[in-house]
């Protein structure tokens, strides 16, 4: 399964929808193809991705804006974190549902602070102002806002940025596998390589 796909699935499994893929222009989305038949999502091509990370979170953003009705929050998600379970993805709407005067519900883990990021309709106008490659980070960090933490394992926070994490990645995903004799798709599985995050080496 693509590394992509696994998340969108995740996302979707979690009730996230529709789900905003952002990509580069010229990305190959092969990809796609491998999701189910009716699954929410949605590619949009970013034109000036290059410029930052903020310009994909602008896009996406703006794309959100224009089925009507401002969403109530938007999940900010990358597209490399598959040991996230639709469970728990789950955690961060309900934690904004908890308390929807929150500004962010936030991945934490050891103190630092990590993706996904779900952020209320207030802040949607800050994300649009974003500029540079640090994403909303400075948000986060400006001690302005209100906001609640979900804690992550270093399982559920790994994202493989290099083809030697993806190796690594993939070897911990089999091991899972193995262990529990799973023979069924990864929707099946994922949630049971989450319960396994502490007895396996932290990333």
């Given at each position: ?18 789900v ?19 699954m ?11 410029a ?20 109530d929050?938007i ?8 040991f ?16 929807p ?12 602070v ?7 309709r ?14 909303a ?11 609640a933490?979900v ?6 926070g ?42 396996l080496t932290?990333?």
């Open positions: 399964m693509p590394l992509g796909a696994a998340v969108v699935r995740a996302l979707a499994g979690a009730g996230y929808g529709p905003i893929v952002v990509v580069r222009p010229g990305d190959d989305l092969a990809w796609l193809g491998t999701l189910p038949d009716g929410p999502v949605r590619p949009v091509v970013c034109g000036d991705a290059s930052g990370m903020s310009r994909s979170i602008r896009c996406g953003v703006r794309s959100a804006l224009e089925d009507g009705e401002p969403p929050a999940l900010i998600a990358l597209a490399d974190m598959p996230l379970a639709p469970g728990k993805l789950a955690e961060w709407r309900a934690a904004w549902m908890l308390e005067g929150l500004d962010f519900v936030a991945g934490r883990r050891g103190g630092l990590l993706p996904p990021v779900l952020w209320s207030r802040r949607f106008g800050d994300l649009l102002r974003l500029e540079g490659d640090a994403g980070g400075a948000l986060l960090r400006s001690g302005r806002l209100r906001g933490w804690e992550l394992t270093g399982f559920e790994f994202d493989p940025d290099t083809p030697e994490q993806f190796e690594e990645a993939r070897a911990v995903w089999q091991a899972v596998m193995r262990v529990h004799d799973a023979q069924s798709p990864r929707d099946a599985f994922s949630g049971k390589a989450n319960s396994m995050s502490c007895k932290r990333f």
